[in-house]
């Protein structure tokens, strides 16, 4: 079975400070992990992918297989990134992938 | 870009009807899922399909049913709508890639069974 854990459910920081999203994951295979953001009003998009190993809007996540997490980073959190994310593995299944998300972080920066 | 529609907004329904929730993808991918969107649940996956006439459980199956009966189409079916299935629904779809292909996905559909 697969799973993703996210223990936070918000996240507030200021302006400028850095951010870390937490993200662990649970998978007997070798995991392909994804970061999803969800803008206010807008629809579920994708971030980033462990796989591209590519810094998108200045975040940047490193998969650890021995702690088993896919943490998210930004080293200054700026207005534009208050949004909710989600942390996902992609596994393999019947004839197909199947996404598993996590339950998702709320991330408020406030000036 | 990658256009996946669903085909309403918001729903509302009464208790025990027979919901139709549509969702077309116009880039020919292989792969389509429903999931719903919960607060503090996050999405959790209700059926998905990876062909034509496909489809396999996801973690939260009871209570839904899906079609493909068209590579671009995807229904998602309540056959007795209950209100514990008031939620926000997401389409997805993804091509066939091995497990690294994104999911590109729609608006949602926001059901509020009454």
């Known amino acids: 079975a697969q799973r993703v854990t996210q223990p936070e459910k918000l996240l507030s920081v200021f302006k400028g400070a850095p951010v870390e999203l937490k993200c662990n994951y649970s998978?007997?295979?070798?995991?392909?992990l994804f970061w999803y953001v969800q803008y206010s009003r807008q629809r579920l998009q994708l971030l980033l992918r462990h796989i591209s190993r590519e810094s998108i809007k200045g975040f940047t996540a490193d998969l650890n297989k021995g702690e088993t997490s896919f943490h998210l980073k930004k080293p200054f959190a700026q207005e534009e990134d208050s949004a909710m994310y989600y942390c996902?593995?992609?596994?393999?299944?019947?004839?197909?992938?199947?996404?598993?998300f996590g339950t998702g972080t709320q991330l408020k920066v406030e000036l | 870009d990658v256009k996946v529609t669903q085909s309403s907004r918001y729903l509302v329904k009464r208790t025990g009807e027979k919901v139709f929730l549509e969702c077309v993808q116009d880039?020919?991918?292989?792969?389509m899922f429903w999931y719903r969107q919960d607060p503090g649940l996050g999405l959790r996956l209700i059926y998905f399909?990876?062909?034509?006439?496909?489809?396999e459980k996801g973690d939260i199956p009871e209570g839904y049913s899906v079609s493909r009966e068209k590579k671009e189409r995807f229904s998602l079916i309540l056959e007795s709508a209950s209100t514990n299935q008031t939620s926000m629904y997401l389409c997805a779809s993804s091509p066939t890639g091995g497990n690294n292909s994104p999911l590109h996905f729609g608006n949602g559909t926001r059901l509020t069974v009454t």
């Open positions: 998978y007997s295979g070798s995991p392909e």
């Open positions: 399909s990876y062909d034509v006439k496909m489809k």
């Open positions: 880039m020919d991918h292989e792969n």
């Open positions: 996902a593995l992609s596994g393999l299944t019947g004839g197909g992938n199947k996404l598993t």
